[in-house]
C-alpha cells in the first residue's frame, strides 16, 4: 500500500486532447491512478475545443492510453476505474460564458487542479475566466513551459497570472526536475560527506551538462523556429540542473529554503558578453546527415521548413560562476538536436592528486568522474582508478565504475516518469520540484544578454552534419581550456 496519502481533488486538464497530455498526462494519471495514489473520489475534466461526442474523445484519451502505456503495465480493471473518472467538455478557454458547465461540475468545497497545457498566451484568459465563475480562489495552476520568449514577455505571463493566483498557488513546470535521478542529486549531496565536502573548486576541476536529443524538429517548426536551442533547453532545463549542482546546502527541504538557494547560483552567473562570444559560445545548425543508418534532412530542409532560417538547433557554452565555492569551475553546457545518441548526463570531473607516482604514460587516466544519467537509462556511476588485474600487469592502472543503475538496482520497483511525480507533488500542494517566479526571470536575463549578443554580432549558426556530435568549434571550447567532452566517440 502507497505511504503518500493525497486529497480528493477535480484535475481540470486545459488542452486534453494535445500532443502533451495524450501523451504524457494522461498516462501519468493513469500510473498514479495504478499505484493507489489517487484519492477514490478524484475526478478528471478533459477541457480541449474540439466539438463532438463526449464518448468519442474519451476514446480518443483511452487508445493514446494503451500506446503509451507499456502493455505490461495495461491493467483493464484500473483501466476502467481511471477512465470511469474522466468526463469531457468543449471549451473555448478565452470565453467566460464556456466556464459555466466547468464550475458546475465542481463541488462546492472541492479542491481544483488546473493544469495549463496550452500556450502561454492565454494563460491569462484562463486564470481571469477561473475566476470569475468563483473557481481561482480554491485552485492550484500548474503551468507548462515555455513561459515567454524574453525576460519582458515571460513578466507580461506571470503578471498575469500572479492577478488571480498567488505564488504559493502557482506550480510551474520543468519536467527534468522530477526524474528520479534529479531528485537524487540532493541526497547524494547533502547526505553523503564523501562528496558535500569536495563539491568545491578545491577538488573539482570542471563540470559537464549535455542533453543530446537523436531526434530533429518532428513537426514543431512553427514553435521551435521561433524559439531556438537555447530558449527551448537552455533557459530552463539545463540552467536548472546547473543550479541543483551548484547551490549550497538549503537550510531545510522546504520548497522557498532550495528555490533560494538555487537563485543565488543565478545571480553568480558571469555574464556572457559580445567580446566573449566567439570564446565561449558555439551555435549549431544541423544539416543533412545520417540516423540510425539512414539519410536525414537538414533543418532548413524539413517540412513547412524557411530556408533562410538562421535558429540554432544546437548550444555549448562555458558558464562561470563567481563565488567562492565554484571560482575559477568551469561549466560546459552543451544540447542539440540530430545527436548521435538520446542522452542526458551530468559529468563531475575531479582534480587529480597533486603528487603523481605512476607510470607516466598513464598520467592522463587519473582523475575520478561522478557520472549522473538522467535519460535514457537513469543512474549514477563514480569512475575511480583501481590496479589492472594480472600477475604481469605490475602497477598498471585502469578506470571502472562504482555503480548504481536504478533499473538493475532496484529491478522490482517500476522508476516513474517524471510527470508522475509531478502531478503527484502538485496534488499534494507540495512546490518543492516547481519554479519560482524569480527563478524564471533571472534565468531569462542571462539568456536574453546571449541572444542581444548574437544579434550584435550578426552570428550565425555554424554547420554540423546531422547524426554528429555539433560543430567543431564546440570542441574547441572545451579543448582550448586543455578539457575534452566526455564519452564522445
Known amino acids: 500500500m502507497p505511504c503518500i496519502t493525497v486529497d480528493s481533488c477535480t484535475f481540470t486538464l486545459f488542452g486534453a486532447l494535445g500532443d502533451l497530455a495524450l501523451r504524457k498526462l494522461f498516462p501519468a494519471l493513469y500510473q498514479l491512478d495504478r499505484a493507489g495514489l489517487l484519492h477514490d473520489d478524484t475526478r478528471v475534466l478533459a477541457l480541449a475545443r474540439e466539438v463532438g461526442d463526449t464518448a468519442q474523445h474519451l476514446g480518443t484519451i483511452e487508445s493514446h492510453l494503451r500506446r503509451y502505456v507499456p502493455a505490461q503495465e495495461v491493467d483493464q480493471q484500473v483501466l476502467m476505474r481511471f477512465m470511469a473518472r474522466l ?274 604514460e598513464q598520467r592522463e587516466l587519473i582523475g575520478n568522474k561522478l557520472i549522473i544519467r538522467l535519460q535514457p537509462d537513469e543512474g549514477i556511476a563514480l569512475q575511480v582508478m583501481t590496479k589492472d588485474q594480472g600477475l604481469d600487469k605490475g602497477m598498471q592502472l585502469r578506470s571502472g565504475p562504482l555503480q548504481l543503475n536504478f533499473s538493475d538496482t532496484y529491478r522490482r520497483d517500476r522508476v516513474p516518469d517524471a510527470y508522475e511525480r509531478l502531478l503527484l507533488e502538485v496534488m499534494r500542494g507540495n512546490q518543492n520540484l516547481f519554479v519560482r517566479k524569480d527563478e524564471i526571470e533571472h534565468a531569462w536575463q542571462w539568456c536574453d544578454q546571449l541572444i542581444a549578443g548574437w544579434k550584435r554580432l550578426g552570428d550565425s549558426p555554424k554547420p554540423y552534419a546531422a547524426g554528429s556530435w555539433g560543430p567543431m568549434s564546440s570542441i574547441a571550447l572545451i579543448t582550448r581550456d586543455g578539457k575534452a567532452w566526455y564519452g564522445d566517440l
Open 87 to 360: 468526463d469531457y467538455l468543449t471549451m473555448d478557454f478565452r470565453e467566460v460564458a464556456d466556464y459555466a458547465p466547468l464550475a458546475e461540475r465542481v463541488g462546492p468545497a472541492e479542491r481544483v487542479v488546473a493544469y495549463f497545457a496550452t500556450p502561454a498566451s492565454v494563460y491569462g484568459d484562463i486564470c481571469a475566466n477561473l475566476a470569475a465563475v468563483g473557481l481561482a480562489e480554491r485552485a492550484l495552476a500548474v503551468l507548462e513551459k515555455p513561459i515567454g520568449h524574453d525576460l519582458a514577455s515571460s513578466r507580461a505571463v506571470n503578471d498575469a497570472v500572479a492577478q488571480y493566483f498567488p505564488e504559493s498557488r502557482v506550480y510551474r513546470i520543468d519536467h527534468y526536475l522530477g526524474k528520479e535521478t534529479v531528485q537524487n542529486l540532493i541526497a547524494l549531496r547533502f547526505a553523503n560527506s564523501l562528496f558535500e565536502t569536495q563539491w568545491n573548486q578545491n577538488h573539482i576541476s570542471h563540470v559537464e551538462i549535455t542533453v543530446a536529443e537523436k531526434v530533429g524538429i518532428e513537426g514543431r517548426w512553427g514553435y521551435f523556429d521561433q524559439a531556438g536551442q537555447l530558449r527551448d533547453m537552455i533557459q530552463n532545463h539545463l540552467l536548472q540542473l546547473l543550479c541543483l549542482i551548484a547551490m549550497d546546502p538549503p537550510s531545510e527541504l522546504s520548497a522557498d529554503s532550495i528555490r533560494d538557494e538555487k537563485v543565488k547560483v543565478l545571480k553568480a552567473l558571469a555574464p556572457i558578453t559580445a567580446e566573449q562570444l566567439n570564446r565561449q559560445v558555439v551555435r549549431g545548425q544541423y544539416v543533412a546527415g545520417s540516423s540510425d543508418g539512414k539519410a536525414v534532412p537538414g533543418y532548413l530542409e524539413e517540412e513547412n521548413s524557411n530556408s533562410q532560417s538562421d535558429t540554432e538547433t544546437f548550444v555549448a557554452l562555458r558558464a562561470d560562476i563567481r563565488n567562492w565555492r565554484w571560482a575559477g569551475v568551469p561549466f560546459y553546457l552543451r544540447t542539440g538536436k540530430r545527436m548521435p545518441q538520446k542522452l542526458s548526463q551530468i559529468v563531475i570531473h575531479f582534480k587529480a592528486p597533486p603528487h603523481y607516482i605512476f607510470a607516466p
